[in-house]
């Protein structure tokens, strides 16, 4: 079983470009999550997906979007690239969201720099 | 504001015991996990709690009070691959996670 895997494991992106990270699990997890890991910060939450069709805002939505059009995919999309957007990509997914205790599961991230 | 504060960095020698830990300030609390991040890899998950005392598993135990907002991750016996970094985490009342920045543990054979 892969778990989760994201694409692509690092990327160089000119300012001002569109790119789609992308990321895949195979547990049918109902939860899915994008978060960001800066040197120093904690895992920030962009946005997250209760379940397939659904959508929601973390806490540093803005120059990104997702879409949840079933189970196992969750997209992000960058669509005007500028470099405080350079950082690592975590995707990761739950069995639930609301109920205790249930761990995420992490894909192994993708490296993203924009100049 | 919700806020989860840890050390940056903490040195131990292998063979020995290390405690990490870990403040929390969440708006409502639903459970706080502890995660283990080694360098250029993913956060795994190592315990959740949430209720009161200690969690045992293997070489790692976990403890919480609620009342005091304090958590702490035990390590004993430590290895050289339990260099990496630990990462704290606590549920909010929207159940949504609120990340530490990690301690990163540095162990000396």
Not at chain 1, 27 to 52: E, K, P, V
Not at chain 1, 65 to 93: K, M
Not at chain 2, 11 to 34: P, R
Not at chain 2, 53 to 67: A, C, D, N, V
Request: aromatic share 12%; charged share 15%; proline share 4%.
């Amino acid at each position: 079983t892969a778990g989760i895997t994201q694409a692509p494991t690092s990327q160089i992106l000119a300012a001002g470009r569109s790119m789609t990270l992308r990321c895949t699990q195979d547990m049918r997890h109902n939860a899915m999550y994008w978060y960001r890991q800066d040197l120093g910060l904690g895992l920030r939450l962009i946005h997250y997906s209760n379940t397939a069709g659904t959508t929601g805002k973390g806490e540093v939505p803005d120059g990104y979007s997702v879409s949840r059009a079933n189970t196992d995919d969750f997209p992000l999309t960058l669509a005007s690239a500028v470099p405080s957007q350079t950082s690592v990509y975590f995707c990761a997914s739950s069995d639930s969201i609301g109920a205790g205790g249930h761990e995420q599961f992490f894909g192994p991230g993708t490296r993203l720099t924009v100049l | 504001g919700q806020n989860i504060d840890q050390p940056t960095e903490m040195t131990a020698t292998e063979g020995a015991i290390v405690q990490i830990n870990c403040t929390y300030q969440t708006s409502g609390f639903n459970g706080l996990f502890w995660y283990q991040q080694h360098a250029g890899e993913a956060p795994t998950f190592l315990s959740y709690n949430v209720l009161d005392g200690l969690e045992e598993k293997g070489r790692f135990s976990s403890f919480l009070s609620r009342s005091k907002g304090y958590s702490y991750l035990l390590l004993k016996e430590l290895q050289m691959k339990d260099s990496a970094s630990y990462l704290c985490a606590a549920f909010d009342s929207n159940y949504q996670l609120i990340w530490g920045a990690g301690t990163k543990l540095i162990i000396k054979p």
